[in-house]
T-cell receptor, first 118, second 111 residues
Framework: EPEVTQTPSHQVTQMGQEVILRCVPI?????FYWYRQILGQKVEFLVS????????KSEIFDDQFSVERPDGSNFTLKIRSTKLEDSAMYFC????????????????FGPGTRLTVL | GENVEQHPSTLSVQEGDSAVIKCTYS??????FPWYKQELGKGPQLIID?????GEKKDQRIAVTLNKTAKHFSLHITETQPEDSAVYFC??????????FGIGTKLQVIP
């Protein structure tokens, strides 16, 4: 069964450093998402991406964050200058379609990247 | 924006008993309600979902009910097994892509 994959599984970085988290969405999906989960808290939406553009982002997704689809398979999340509070699990997800009422809008999540900022 | 409330935060049941997790949402435009199971160290896994034109959906031991008037939906797990132990998240989606999650319920099934 196709699945979303993410690398690395764990990233440790120093405060102020840039990190890039990588995801390979399910191959026939067109919509991609990043979420984060601070330890013990709920999963929070960061950004959605379609047709090489951000289609929606949350207030968490400030200028320090960016997303890119550099080729036909990868989807990346970059944090330019990491802060201690960026420490969290970051999940990538993908779906076939967009709208809430449409079949195929189910979002499938990857296993996550644990980011630790020291 | 949408707000999803979920309870209980923790739930312990004896193996074979049923477990019920309840959620409420605030945005009347929401019309898709997935449930995710998250095991330790893994990403959320979609286990069942329900759309607003349906009041109930069942898949083997798992069922979900939706009351759009009251804006609440519930997950029911029957004949629980130890492998059902995990954190369960309800979520809602209205309009476009942004899934709003509940706080999660840690379910422990005691053998």
């Amino acid at each position: 069964e196709p699945e979303v994959t993410q690398t690395p599984s764990h990233q440790v970085t120093q405060m102020g450093q840039e990190v890039i988290l990588r995801c390979v969405p399910i191959s026939n999906h067109l919509y991609f998402y990043w979420y984060r989960q601070i330890l013990g808290q709920k999963v929070e939406f960061l950004v959605s991406f379609y047709n090489n553009e951000i289609s929606e982002k949350s207030e968490i997704f400030d200028d320090q964050f960016s997303v890119e689809r550099p080729d036909g398979s990868n989807f990346t999340l970059k944090i330019r200058s990491t802060k201690l509070e960026d420490s969290a699990m970051y999940f990538c997800a993908s779906s076939k379609t967009l709208l809430a009422g449409a079949q195929g809008n189910e979002q499938f999540f990857g296993p996550g990247t644990r980011l630790t900022v020291l | 924006g949408e707000n999803v409330e979920q309870h209980p935060s923790t739930l312990s049941v004896q193996e074979g008993d049923s477990a019920v997790i309840k959620c409420t949402y605030s945005d009347s435009a929401s019309n898709y309600f997935p449930w995710y199971k998250q095991e330790l160290g893994k990403g959320p896994q979609l286990i069942i979902d329900i759309r607003s034109n349906v009041g109930e959906k069942k898949d083997q031991r798992i069922a979900v009910t939706l009351n759009k008037t009251a804006k609440h939906f519930s997950l029911h797990i029957t004949e629980t097994q130890p492998e059902d132990s995990a954190v369960y998240f309800c979520a809602s989606l209205g309009g476009y892509q942004k899934v709003t999650f509940g706080i999660g319920t840690k379910l422990q099934v005691i053998p």
